[in-house]
Structures are given as structure tokens and as C-alpha cells.
């Protein structure tokens, strides 16, 4: 049975910090994309971070450029999103997707809500 548990997202004032999970079981994590993506209310789901299998390449939203950094541990089974320099715009439900190929699996998503 696949499971991607996201944790690490709360209630955190503009330009504070988080840093987000995500536990995966029941894939090779190794061999799978992974993909970070948020949906605020009443909007569509965007993409914010994806990291290739190695973890040696990764694209970024405009949005979030130079302040979200996106990593992996392989030998963890764990995806990483650490959120810098938060903005109220950053709120919103994160989800984190494992691609394989025309397989992809999502987690239950952790809310972050920025504001003061």
C-alpha cells in the first residue's frame, strides 16, 4: 500500500520559516520524481517544487524562487520542502506527488497558513 505523509506545516507569521515532510512507504522511493504542491482556497492546485529521482536537478514556481528549496534522502524515504522569507500568499494546503512513470501518487496534504 503506497503512503505519502506530509507533516511540518502550521501557523507561521510573514517571513518565518517551515520546513515540510514527507514520509513515503510502499513505492521505490528512489526511482520516483517527487513533486511539491500547494492549493489555496478557491484557487487550482499549482505545482511549487519538483526534484528529479537523484535529487540533482530541480525546477521551482516563479513564486517561490529563492525562498523554497526542495530536497531528498533516498536512503530516508523522505521529501523535504524548506520554506524561507514566508508570505501571506504562501497560505495554503501542500501536497507532496510521487511520479513513476504513468503512476503518480499523492499524500493527504498539511495546511500552512501565513499570517501575523
Known amino acids: 500500500q503506497v503512503q505519502l505523509v506530509e507533516s511540518g506545516g502550521g501557523l507561521v507569521q510573514p517571513v518565518g520559516s517551515l520546513r515540510l515532510s514527507c514520509a513515503a512507504s510502499g513505492i521505490t522511493f528512489s526511482r520516483d520524481a517527487m513533486n511539491w504542491h500547494r492549493q489555496a482556497p478557491g484557487k487550482k492546485r499549482e505545482l511549487v517544487a519538483a526534484i528529479t529521482r537523484a535529487g540533482d536537478s530541480y525546477i521551482y514556481a516563479d513564486s517561490v524562487k529563492g525562498r523554497f528549496t526542495v530536497s531528498r534522502d533516498n536512503a530516508d524515504n523522505t521529501l523535504y520542502l524548506q520554506m524561507n522569507n514566508l508570505k501571506p500568499d504562501d497560505t495554503a494546503v501542500y501536497f507532496c506527488?510521487?511520479?513513476?512513470?504513468?503512476?503518480?501518487?499523492w499524500g493527504q496534504g498539511t495546511q500552512v497558513t501565513v499570517s501575523s
Open positions: 506527488q510521487a511520479v513513476d512513470g504513468q503512476d503518480n501518487y
